[in-house]
């Protein structure tokens, strides 16, 4: 459930509304709260359990930081929790995370560009290669969200439109 509720905080932070709407089901799957997945969503390692909040505000810190160094005491207090295997897989975590976020975000800069509102700082081989990608991941990984969930695929591509 931590690598769940780790992803969501990630997809949040990055603002990948695909990865946001897949990792939250996914983790009210694994038997998450929703409380708690609000509290994710905010990004307020305050709001969850203390099981979770010392890995949740080093990943957040991570993730602001670049994957740089963070604050000392963050890192030692997640040393006093996991080893260094554990912290290398909650790394390993923050940072796929972080390359399928920007992945997303790259094909809603395609889209952008297709409706001519191209996104600033994006460029068309970038979104035409990986937004292309992307798309081509995206129906597997619909599909199975879609079983998951109890919809057809035609409900969840709903949910994933953004307001006109």
């Known amino acids: ?11 949040h932070a990055n603002e990948c509304r695909y990865c946001v709407i897949a990792h939250h089901s996914w983790a009210l799957s694994v038997g998450a709260d929703e409380r708690e997945l609000a509290s994710l969503a905010g990004l307020d390692p305050d709001g969850v359990s203390p099981q979770i909040r010392v890995e949740l505000a080093w990943a957040l810190a991570r993730l602001q930081a670049d ?7 963050i890192e030692l207090a997640l040393a006093e929790r996991r080893t260094p295997a554990q912290r290398y897989d909650l790394d390993t975590v923050v940072r796929v995370m972080t390359i399928a976020n920007l992945t997303g975000n790259t094909f809603d800069a395609l ?6 509102a191209a996104a600033p700082d994006s460029h068309i081989v970038d979104e035409l290669l990986v937004g292309g990608a992307f798309a081509l991941l995206a129906i597997p990984v619909a599909l199975m969200l879609s079983l998951r969930e109890g919809r057809t695929p035609l409900r969840l591509a709903r949910r994933l439109r953004r307001p006109a």
């Open 111 to 116: 889209l952008s560009r297709l409706r001519g």
């Open 67 to 73: 994957f740089g160094p963070v604050d000392q005491e």
């Open 1 to 11: 459930m931590l690598r769940e509720q780790i992803m969501l905080a990630v997809a």
